[in-house]
């Protein structure tokens, strides 16, 4: 044997030797991890097994238990050691907001329908789900969808005293409701969440059911008797109180404001705003 050939077995023996230390070293330090991991206490919540959308009533393969660390454990979330029959007795429950795959059930988002229909699971207590029929262009160019928000804008045709004595017919506009919620778009309950382009409601009439207090059906109902309905789509981002946005009223168009009563109806306002924040 030449020397070479020794020199390359011994290079290729200090290299196994260094190889089997190294792997002997990380076992070493990868048990006392594996220790620690497993005595963190933890206490198993329910969670969504799969993505459950917006309405859908819960089934056994929709939730399951997963074990969180006790720190993380919200007092929302649904534990096991307070409710070990969740699983079962949730079932048929409807879900009042969309949840990911993993994601703990939270009480309040999940509700018994009582043998009820599961719109009435998504309304939330003190209001009432009620429809208004409008036209293809009264609604936002119809890209309004469920959970969005809107104004409720009454039109209307009355008869007022001219200064001639006799009277005239003039059109006047009010906003009669303000941030209402909306449940439901036609048949649709969800929000879409995927897709290259918005969908648009494509049916000439078409049903928008609203989020109302009592009260404010009332209001509605009495409105939709007077005049014409339209939807005014509000943005995303809560609007701060007194915030001040650029407008074209004062362009030449006094002529229409002569026309326009605001508070020919009473304006209402759902929720109140606290520090920017919608409640």
Same mark, same amino acid.
């Given at each position: 044997?030449?020397?070479r050939q020794?020199?390359?077995? *011994?290079?290729? @023996? ?7 230390? $190294? #792997?002997? !070293? =990380?076992?070493? %330090?990868? +048990? ?103 036209r293809r262009?009264?609604? *936002?160019?119809? @890209? ?7 104004? $409720? #804008?009454? !039109? =209307?045709?009355? %008869?007022? +005293? ?73 943005g995303v ?43």
């Amino acid at each position: 044997m030449s020397a070479r050939q020794i020199i390359v077995l *011994a290079i290729a @023996f200090v290299a196994a030797i260094g190889a089997l230390l $190294v #792997i002997r !070293t =990380m076992g070493r %330090d990868a +048990r006392p991890a594996v220790a620690a991991a497993a005595d963190i206490p933890g206490e198993r919540v329910l969670v969504a097994a799969k993505d459950i959308p917006q309405g859908a009533a819960l089934t056994a393969d929709d939730i399951n238990w997963r074990v969180f660390p006790k720190e993380s454990i919200n007092a929302n979330f649904v534990a096991e050691t307070a409710r070990p029959q969740a699983r079962v007795d949730m079932i048929g429950w409807v879900a009042r907001r969309p949840f990911l795959a993993g994601e703990p059930i939270l009480a309040g988002a999940v509700l018994d329908p009582d043998g009820r229909g599961f719109m009435a699971a998504m309304v939330a207590p003190g209001y009432r789900a009620v429809s208004v029929e409008f036209r293809r262009e009264a609604a *936002a160019g119809l @890209f309004i969808q469920p959970n969005d928000r809107v104004d $409720v #804008i009454l !039109t =209307m045709k009355v %008869d007022v +005293r001219s200064p001639q004595g006799g009277t005239e017919e003039v059109t006047r506009t009010s906003t009669v409701l303000e941030d209402v919620r909306v449940l439901a778009m036609d048949d649709s309950v969800t929000t879409q969440v995927a897709g290259a382009t918005p969908t648009r409601v494509e049916d000439s009439d078409s049903v928008v059911v609203l989020e109302l207090t009592a009260a404010d059906a009332r209001l509605l109902a009495q409105a939709e008797t007077i005049g014409d309905i339209r939807l005014a789509l509000r943005g995303v981002e809560i609007e701060p109180p007194g915030v001040r946005v650029a407008s074209n009223a004062a362009r030449g168009a006094y002529a229409l404001n002569e026309n326009v009563a605001e508070g020919s109806v009473r304006v209402h306002a759902f929720g109140e705003v606290n520090d920017g924040r919608r409640r």
